[in-house]
Each structure stands twice: as C-alpha cells, then as structure tokens.
C-alpha cells in the first residue's frame, strides 16, 4: 500500500484539476447557462449544432488553421536550424551569451513582452517601421490592419518558443556519441552526410517531443499575443479557437457555448496527437 498512498496526492490534484473539468465541461455543454443567472436549461446537442451558423466561429477556425499551418514549421524547424549554426560556434562566453539572448523570451510573460512589442509595431515611432522606411517600406500599420495583424501575432509567438525549442535541440545534440561521428569521420563522411546519417536520426526523438507538444499547444501559445496586443480584431481577423472560447466563456459568459468548445477542442487535440504517434513516430530512433 505504500506506493499508492505516496502517490495518492498526485493522483487527487490529476482529478480534481484534470478529470473533474473535463467531465464537468462535457455535462456543461449540454446546458444554456449563464453566470449571471443560477438555473441552467438542458438544451441537448443545440450548444454544438448551433457553432457553423456562428460567422465568429467560423472566423476562429480560419484563424487556427492559419496559425496551426504557419507556426508549427516555424517553431519546429526555425529553432533546429539555430541549434545547428550554434552547434558549429566553439564553446566559448559567445555561445553562452547567444543562448542566454535567444532563450530570454521564453522566460518573459506577456504581459511585460506586449509593452516591448506594442512599441516595436507602432506605426509612428515603431522601430519596425523605421527600419522598414530605409528600404523604401511605406509606413505599416501591424495591429490595426487585418492583412498584417495576423502576421505580427506570428511573429511575437515566433519570437515566445524560439528559445525554449532551440536549447531542446542543444541539448539533443550535445547527447550524440562522440564515438559514432568520428567513426563517421574516419570513414571520409562529410559533415552533410553526418548530420543527415548520424546526428539527426539520433535526435529525432527530441524532433518528435517538439513536433507533439508544438501540435498541441501552438494556439494556446498564441492565446496571450491575441489578448494583450489585439484581442481578437481587428474584425476577429487575429482571432483562433481558443480565444474565442475564452470569449464565449469570460466576456458572454455563456457557458455552455464554450464547454462545447471545449469539448471539440480536446477531441480535436486527441485526433491530432494520436495521427502523429500513428504515423510520425515509426520513424523515430531511441537510441
């Protein structure tokens, strides 16, 4: 018995803050309810099949397609070409100093970047716009215009995980074998084909985490970049699933609209997760 009282804490938080919403949230969803008034209303499957006629609903999928399509290539592949041109730097105070630069911005909240990047995008006296004139760029307004919002929520998220990601990929890296590249090396491999042959496949575990958790976590990620910088607009242009519920949940205040979001945003995440362990992992090397 002792095992499972030691971990039986552990195993109460996972209810109470994991399993507990979850259900909660399914029973919800069945429900008009609304915090400013006590009864709730059975409405059956109404909170679901009543999404597709909602145009802001629709506009939220677009914008988490948009930002699923163009934020996992770069957060997975951006910081891996990073980690290799730092691999090549001699380990020295630079390559410390680059690292401690580029990984900086992970440990930065929002709420403290939005004020270095609400600067950075001011049309008038943003640096962005001023290096952009020196090429001839007309002024561009990032956050108020809907065809240039989206890419500077890009950007700021871009900016968020770069780091984080790339110390993963060091780490990985830093763990191949010795022994294996200078056999590699003796046999006249160049250093394309090592990496190609050797130092990738050994770090395709770490490839495949990042490539899972990115998949997983891209639009929360972007969650506090849409809600300091643009808060959804302009004209839900900036807006994805998650803000969206978070609209529906703490702004409506309708509850059971947003637990049926929920719900279709964990069985999304499920489906999602269990394609990549179906099909992305066969080709993943332990060791």
Known sequence: ??????????????????????????????????????????????NFTRLPDDPRFIRALGGTLFYTVTLVPLQVFLPLGLALLLWQIPKSRLQTSYRIMLFSPTIIAYSVAAVMWLWIFNPLQGILNKVLAEFGVERVHWLSDRDTAIWAIV?????????????????????????YIEAAQ?????????MRSIRFPLITPTFFFVLVTTVISVNDDVFGAINVLTDGGPFDSTTNIIYYLYQQGFQFFQIGAASAVAIIVFAATCLLTWIQFKFVERHVHYG
């Open 186 to 194: 003796l046999d006249g491999a160049n250093n394309w084909q090592i």
């Open 155 to 179: 950007i700021v998220a871009t900016w968020k995980t770069l780091g984080f990601h790339m110390l993963l990929y060091l780490a990985a890296l830093e763990g191949v074998p010795r022994d």
């Open 1 to 46: 018995m002792t095992p499972y009282l030691l971990i039986a804490p552990l195993l109460i938080l996972i209810a109470l803050f994991i399993y507990w919403p979850l259900i909660y949230s399914v029973y919800l969803s069945f429900f008009d309810w609304n915090f400013v008034r006590p009864d709730k209303h059975f409405v059956g499957w109404d």
